[in-house]
């Protein structure tokens, strides 16, 4: 059973930065897309940030040119690096993957959920 647990969320002031990690345990082969997705209170689930099998990324344009992704095989570990961060970018944010080929934003395309990590960012 695969199991998604994500840490580095925290607060900070606009302007600066953060890592989230989603450490993939029990994973026996690769999740054919891993991503993050974030909901910000009474605001619908939105992706973020998502990598395939070949390693191709994909962005939300919200956060182009500011977020970046990388995945350490070894570790079956996914690290999301958030700079420039604002106050729009505030949201509990998840960790999701799935056995499926083609990443998706659609949430309910994904079999497999962290429990969360809140990222605040203050003006």
């Known amino acids: 059973q695969v199991q998604l647990v994500e840490s580095g969320g925290g607060s900070v002031q606009a302007g600066g930065s953060l890592r989230l990690s989603c450490a993939a345990n029990?994973?026996?082969?690769?999740?054919?897309?891993m991503g993050w997705f974030r909901q910000a209170p009474e605001k619908e689930r939105e992706g973020v940030a998502f990598?395939?099998?070949?390693?191709?990324?994909t962005f939300a344009d919200s956060v182009k040119g500011r977020f970046t992704l990388s995945l350490d095989n070894a570790k079956n570990t996914l690290y999301l690096q958030m700079n420039s961060l604002k106050p729009d970018d505030t949201a509990l944010y998840y960790c999701?993957?799935?056995?499926?080929?083609?990443?998706?934003?659609?949430?309910?395309?994904?079999?497999?959920w962290g429990q969360g990590t809140q990222v605040t960012v203050s003006s």
């Open positions: 999701a993957a799935r056995y499926r080929r083609y990443c998706y934003t659609d949430p309910a395309q994904y079999n497999y």
């Open positions: 029990g994973v026996i082969y690769r999740p054919d897309c």
């Open positions: 990598i395939d099998g070949e390693g191709s990324t």
